[in-house]
């Protein structure tokens, strides 16, 4: 078994996702990312973490998909092995008042938000159950712990919001298996 951590970091082919994996690699971890088809490409971040981790593995995915998540986990094991720390990054943003928004943005965001959130923890759990370790980190939005209204963020700050609370109660469910879950 390998010494060092396998973590997975969604979204990371840019931005902060990005940072993340090099961090997590240069703390010595084996470093899964994924990035959007058509999006980002992820050879940036794989040029800046392949030198912590020579076999650094990116995997294009669709999050808007729930069955994506599955997907991506497997293929991600049965390259590298079990997935210990899940970093997920991955959340569309519409910034649109509820007057303009249609049901396609609601989908959009609450699939593509909090859906992953909850396909990627069906996902990477029954693995760390099994070995008693995991961590979890989602990322909310500023106020959606608090339910902080904000003009033009009624879907997405809905959704995020979700995810903060999914994120409390499955903390709170999964801390006896030794799993952390953080937002």
């Given at each position: 078994m390998p010494?060092?951590?396998l973590?997975?970091?969604t979204?990371?082919g840019?931005g902060?996702?990005k940072g993340i ?6 703390r ?16 940036a971040?794989?040029?800046l973490?392949?030198?912590h ?6 995997v ?6 729930f069955e ?5 986990v ?12 899940l970093?997920?990054a ?25 859906g ?12 760390m ?6 961590r979890?980190?989602?990322?909310g ?12 963020m009624t879907?997405?700050?809905?959704a995020k ?7 409390r ?11 952390s879950?953080?937002i």
């Open positions: 010494a060092s951590r973590a997975l970091v979204g990371a840019a902060l996702a994996a090099l961090r997590l690699a240069e010595g971890d084996r470093i899964a990312l994924t990035y959007r088809t058509g999006g980002t490409p992820p050879d971040t794989l040029a973490v392949r030198p981790d020579a076999d650094a593995l990116a294009a995915a669709d999050f808007s998909r994506a998540a599955a997907e991506v497997r293929t991600i094991e049965a390259t590298r092995g079990p997935i210990d720390v970093v997920h991955v959340g569309p943003i519409v910034v649109k008042r509820f007057a303009r928004a249609n049901p396609g943005d609601y989908r959009a965001m609450v699939e593509a938000n909090l992953s959130a909850v396909a990627l923890a069906f996902a990477v759990l029954p693995g159950r099994e070995r008693c370790y995991g979890i980190v989602f990322f939005m500023n106020g959606s712990s608090v339910t902080q209204p904000a003009r033009g879907l997405y700050g809905a919001s979700g995810v903060v609370a999914f994120a109660a499955l903390a709170l469910e999964e801390a006896s298996s030794g799993i879950v953080n």
